[in-house]
């Protein structure tokens, strides 16, 4: 499977936009890079997921680099209820899910 | 039903008593999923079905640990002789599949193990 780097941790002013980075330099060709999210004792909750193209949902925006080594979450108007920690998680042949540690992202008022 | 519903909440065992947790997918979902997580951020993939039958156990310590999905019945978790480090939140999720290599997991609340 893929590795992915995020970093532990971010704070993001309400209303603003929040960008999320991750690198996953060894994806392979036909791996979807998905994003996941995980509020304070709640099960993760799917955001976006993305192959090639840059996607847009009702959550978010992906945004992913022509190379496919890494991307972005774009979060347009963060509220406090999106302070969570966020998973960046290549998508595997065999569907499990592989959560690394994620980013902590914290949103103030 | 349109949420993946996990039960009990809560469980708490002694140790070495019997575990058992349940999971009913999405309706219509053709795959669960089974997660635990330990510590804050660390999930490890446990085992996977495609309808009743097991599609992926390879994360399953299967000395203690066994699980199910039969028709029409919820699928099941069971933990026999539980330890202190079976003390865990235990996610289930199911997806369907959407195209050759895209789909996404929704998962349930989760139920919280400690075994005591």
């Known amino acids: 499977d893929a590795k992915t780097t995020q970093p532990p941790s971010m704070d993001c002013a309400e209303g603003r936009a929040a960008n999320l980075p991750c690198n996953h330099s060894?994806?392979?060709?036909?791996?979807?890079v998905y994003w996941y999210r995980q509020i304070h004792s709640q099960g993760p909750q799917y955001i976006i997921h993305g192959l090639k193209n840059n996607e847009t949902n009702e959550m978010a925006s992906l945004i992913i680099t022509e190379d496919r080594k890494s991307s972005t979450l774009i979060l347009p108007h963060a509220t406090l209820r999106d302070t969570a920690v966020y998973y960046c998680?290549?998508?595997?042949?065999?569907?499990?899910?592989?959560f690394g540690a994620g980013t902590t992202v914290t949103v103030r008022a | 039903g349109e949420e993946v519903a996990q039960t009990p909440k809560h469980l708490v065992r002694g140790e070495g008593q019997k575990a058992k947790l349940y999971c009913a997918p999405i309706?219509?979902?053709?795959?669960v999923f089974w997660y635990q997580q330990v510590l804050k951020n660390e999930f490890k993939f446990l085992i996977s079905?495609?309808?009743?039958?097991?599609?992926?156990e390879t994360g399953m310590p299967k000395e203690r640990f066994s699980a199910k999905c039969l028709p029409n019945s919820p699928c099941s978790l069971e933990i026999q002789a539980t330890k202190l480090e079976d003390s865990a939140v235990y996610f289930c999720?199911?997806?369907?599949?959407?195209?050759?290599?895209?789909?996404?997991?929704?998962f349930g609340p989760g139920t919280r193990l400690t075994v005591t």
């Open positions: 998680i290549p998508g595997s042949n065999d569907y499990k899910l592989s």
């Open positions: 999720a199911s997806s369907r599949r959407q195209g050759l290599l895209s789909y996404e997991q929704y």
């Open positions: 309706k219509g979902h053709s795959y």
């Open positions: 060894t994806i392979s060709g036909n791996e979807y």
């Open positions: 079905f495609q309808n009743e039958n097991v599609f992926d």
